[in-house]
């Protein structure tokens, strides 16, 4: 036994043995079992949480992004300084440009909607020709009332328009009725620009799942919104949607040498405040919930301290049979490195479950709680959850780590224990 002891092999059966019956130990045998489940449930519950709330946060990001770029596009150009001519010059040689994958003439413009029963709101006109409306797939593909069959036809792109679910909802519309639309800015004037009002027939009804864009957005033919605004020939913007939404800054430096003297933007310039306050939140909540799976792997410590002091003399044994101090910090580094190793793993377990299952939790929730994720708030109908595994690699590395350096502090105390000191009063 001595000369097992001696020359144990480092991390070997003698010391996993050991380290395996000391954690398994009750209290009445010196044990602290208590201490090490709680702090097996500490670490996992702290894991999960980082987990859950990032992969909402990254969903959040995603979804919001996807809803905002499948509406929108991806790189800006204002022409309502260009001719109709020059504009079709611009176009026609942008959509040469290696990345650009179509391009958009629209005209816009703030408008108040009068629906049913004298119900009013605001909303925004999206002028655009049909075939570009139908390739924008987030619209044609989510028409919910009506359809786009006679969207574009007849005189001046006709008088057929869709617009947001939400905005139908408030105006107590429904496809096939009509909508009034105000704007304060029509034909020009000897007295200036004089407000127009016009009847359109609501031919579809669509719902992205962002409420920004239903409960506002009317799309209308492009002749048809540049005649209703007085901006008849005058297309206001040249939208691009690139193949890699993120490599706009190429593009833009090609535009800019079509158009040396124009405003050109991209998404991320759109969008600034939303890019921004995801990233910031995104790394500060990290950050605070990394916080939280220290306090959980401190609760160790406590455990391995109150170990140590419990199985002082069995330590001196072990020591005066021929173990080194190596061994002894290996065998307690083995213990609290366990239990940091078994709540990393069932943490992730459960955060990756959950995560992917949130949809069922969140209606079996808001059966019992009532509605919990209100889309007026977060512009989104149901909580998304998008697991980067990456992200799950990072909080389980973290975790692990963590549970292995708050584990040398007492291992270390018990492999300087002095036998002789702890065998005096035994």
Known sequence: MSEIVANPKP???????????????????GGVTLISTISFFGILLAVAVLIIVMSVMNGFRTELLNRVLGVNGHVFVDTRGLTPPMVDNFVRDAGKITGVKSLTRLTQGQVLAVGNAGATRGAMVQGTERGDLMKLDMVSKNVIGGSLNNYGKGEYGGD??????????????????????????GAVTAFGAAPVSKEYKVGAIFDVGMSEYDN?????????AQLFFGREGVVEMVEARL????????????????????????????????VSALGVERAVMRLILMMLVVIAALNIISGLVMLVKNKGRDIAVLR????????IMRIFLMIGASIGVLGTIFGVVAGTLFCLNIHTIQKIVEMVFGPVFPSEVYFLKQIPAHVEWSEVVIVASFSLIMSVLVTLPPAWRAARLDPVEALRYE
Request: glycine fraction near 6%.
């Open 320 to 327: 005066t049979i021929g173990a080194s101090q190596g061994a």
């Open 11 to 29: 991390f070997g059966e003698w010391e996993r043995k050991i380290a395996m019956r000391y954690l398994r130990a009750k209290k009445e045998n």
């Open 160 to 185: 057929e328009i869709a617009i947001g679910s939400g905005l139908a909802s408030d105006l107590n519309l429904l496809q096939g009725d009509y909508i009034n639309l105000v704007s304060p800015s």
């Open 243 to 274: 193949d890699n939404p993120d490599n706009t800054e190429p593009v833009m430096a090609q535009f800019s040498k079509l158009l040396p003297n124009t405003i050109i933007t991209d998404w991320r310039q759109h969008s600034e405040s939303l």
């Open 216 to 224: 506002s957005l009317i799309y209308m033919p492009l002749e048809q």
